[in-house]
């Protein structure tokens, strides 16, 4: 069974940087792609990005780009949220994902089958 596990989430002044961090464990799973969503309260959860586990394609939400990147380390298992210029907007519940069935790279919650515990990202003014 694969298990995502994050790490990286705090508090960070506007301006600041963050990195999150979610590991995949269960290598008998193939995983196809993986991405970041958030959640603010009392809201669903909003696509942030997203790439291939194979690293050829990737996609950012419009409020996102130019500011977070998504990367990963192959040899880790590990997959990468790189947050600059945070805002307080940027304030949310940061979920990873990963999909090990549809084989293509999701911008909903449903196109994914498999979720991290969440960390909380929290950015002062």
């Known amino acids: 069974q694969v298990q995502l596990v994050e790490s990286g989430g705090g508090l960070v002044q506007a301006g600041g940087s963050l990195r999150l961090s979610c590991a995949h464990s269960?290598?008998?799973?193939?995983?196809?792609?993986m991405g970041w969503f958030r959640q603010f309260p009392g809201k669903e959860r909003e696509f942030v990005a997203a790439?291939?586990?194979?690293?050829?394609?990737?996609k950012y939400a419009d409020s996102v780009k130019g500011r977070f990147a998504i990367f990963r380390d192959v040899a880790k298992n590990t997959m990468y949220l790189q947050m600059n210029m945070l805002k307080p907007d940027d304030t949310a519940a940061y979920y990873c994902?990963?999909?090990?069935?549809?084989?293509?790279?999701?911008?909903?919650?449903?196109?994914?089958?498999?979720w991290g515990q969440g960390t909380q990202v929290t950015v002062s003014s």
């Open positions: 994902a990963a999909d090990s069935v549809r084989a293509r790279l999701g911008v909903v919650t449903s196109e994914y089958n498999l």
């Open positions: 269960g290598s008998t799973v193939t995983i196809y792609s």
């Open positions: 790439m291939t586990w194979n690293g050829l394609f990737s």
